[in-house]
Nanobody
Framework: VQLQASGGGLVQAGGSLRLSCAASGRTFSSSGMGWFRQAPGKEREFVAA????????RYGDPEKGRFTISRDNAKNTLYLQMNSLKPEDTAVYYCAAASRFTVPRTLEHEYDYWGQGTLVTVSS
């Protein structure tokens, strides 16, 4: 699976962005998918994950209620809708595929394919 994340940019606090992750390869529609982020000077952290059909999702605590992960298997695309953005959401956001799993996974080592990242900057 090859992954290409897009949709990042500069937004004011309280604003919204929608990230997209275009996937190529046959395993996208049968893989659990996730979003992670890495802020400057910090470790990469889990943001959200979704099952292969989209029926099950998981979120990191800071994102609950503000972010929504979704997928369109017909378009081979993963999404992350981010609302009520805060300056602390500033980070490079990565999409990833966990091809060994169909359910949402939260640990980095469970993901075997990664996109290149897209930068989200939230100004105060």
């Amino acid at each position: 699976v090859q992954l290409q994340a897009s949709g990042g940019g500069l937004v004011q606090a309280g604003g919204s962005l929608r990230l997209s992750c275009a996937a190529s390869g046959r395993t996208f529609s049968s893989s659990g998918m996730g979003w992670f982020r890495q802020a400057p000077g910090k470790e990469r952290e889990f943001v959200a994950a979704i099952s292969w059909r989209g029926g099950s999702t998981r979120y990191g605590d800071p994102e609950k209620g503000r972010f929504t992960i979704s997928r369109d298997n017909a378009k081979n695309t993963l999404y992350l809708q981010m609302n009520s953005l805060k300056p602390e959401d500033t980070a490079v956001y990565y999409c990833a595929a966990a091809s060994r799993f169909t359910v949402p996974r939260t640990l980095e080592h469970e993901y075997d394919y990664w996109g290149q990242g897209t930068l989200v900057t939230v100004s105060s």
